[in-house]
T-cell receptor, first 107, second 114 residues
Framework: GIQVEQSPPDLILQEGANSTLRCNFS?????LQWFHQNPWGQLINLFY???GTKQNGRLSATTVATERYSLLYISSSQTTDSGVYFC?????????FGGGTRVLVKP | DTAVSQTPKYLVTQMGNDKSIKCEQN?????MYWYKQDSKKFLKIMFS???????INETVPNRFSPKSPDKAHLNLHINSLELGDSAVYFC?????????????FGPGTRLTVL
């Protein structure tokens, strides 16, 4: 089946730092989505990005479909960025989620 | 207005009981889903419905029975609850099917089976 691997599994940042999260996937992609699960459990869709680069405020994402990876960049991190970041690969009729990167931003 | 809503938010029950979780979306989407998130935060799809028709059933035990009375609602009924059913259950919706469209998630229902 489809494999979606995220790295690193855990990330501790000092407020203001920049970071890059990676998502590798095993299959060709209909779409790739990034989600943030905040400490209260809510899942928020950050990007729908089957290819190319998108930016939304301090967050940006790049997917290189031919090389089967996607990157999520967090710049000038804030404590509200804490939580778990998931990438999910869309293929066929469903999304397959990676294991997530748990991010803690310290003040 | 909440786009995807679930009730209840928390559910604590005894083994062997039957319970239901309700989901409603007001986004006008055609497709709805149920996901299960385990204690290690791993998210896995359970079911997908498109216009009230079952599209995906990911080898979920038949104690779990989804029901879609209309395309804005997808409820999940669980019979004979087991300890391993304890998890957070998320409902989601999208305009088009499965892997081809942005999915919007509800707030989750934390189920604890004692």
């Amino acid at each position: 089946g489809i494999q979606v691997e995220q790295s690193p599994p855990d990330l501790i940042l000092q407020e203001g730092a920049n970071s890059t999260l990676r998502c590798n996937f095993s299959d060709s992609v209909n779409n790739l989505q990034w989600f943030h699960q905040n400490p209260w459990g809510q899942l928020i869709n950050l990007f729908y990005i089957p290819s190319g680069t998108k930016q939304n405020g301090r967050l940006s994402a790049t997917t290189v479909a031919t090389e089967r990876y996607s990157l999520l960049y967090i710049s000038s991190s804030q404590t509200t960025d804490s939580g778990v970041y998931f990438c999910a690969l869309g293929a066929g009729n469903k999304l397959t989620f990676g294991g997530g990167t748990r991010v803690l931003v310290k003040p | 207005d909440t786009a995807v809503s679930q009730t209840p938010k928390y559910l604590v029950t005894q083994m062997g009981n039957d319970k239901s979780i309700k989901c409603e979306q007001n986004l006008g989407h055609d497709t709805m889903y149920w996901y299960k998130q385990d204690s290690k935060k791993f998210l896995k799809i359970m079911f997908s419905y498109n216009n009230k028709e079952l599209i995906i059933n990911e080898t979920v035990p038949n104690r779990f029975s989804p029901k879609s009375p209309d395309k804005a609602h997808l409820n999940l009924h669980i019979n004979s609850l087991e300890l391993g059913d304890s998890a957070v259950y998320f409902c989601a919706s999208s305009h088009r099917q499965g892997g081809t469209d942005t999915q919007y998630f509800g707030p989750g229902t934390r189920l604890t089976v004692l």
